[in-house]
């Protein structure tokens, strides 16, 4: 049995996880919807450059967590 849901999504550790495929398949997948939702806001919300990469940058990272702790209590 793997570890609890926050040593999953806050480690570095994969034994935690029961099958570590799902942190080598969900990666690339989070990331690109992360940068799709990040372009589709900053165009919405008409940012400048440094915002555009500022808010693309905190899409990626909340589509980043929120997807390994649904994948986490999941798992």
């Known amino acids: 049995m793997g570890g609890s849901v926050t040593e999953k999504v806050f480690a570095w550790n994969l034994d935690a996880w029961n099958t570590t495929w799902y942190v080598y398949a969900a990666t ?3 990331a690109v919807l992360g940068v799709a939702l990040g372009a589709f806001l900053s165009g919405a919300l008409g940012v400048t450059a440094p915002g555009e990469t500022v808010v693309t940058a905190a899409c990626v990272g909340a589509t980043m967590l929120t ?3 649904l994948l ?3 798992d």
């Open 72 to 74: 986490a209590v999941i």
């Open 28 to 30: 690339p997948v989070l």
């Open 67 to 69: 997807g390994y702790t």
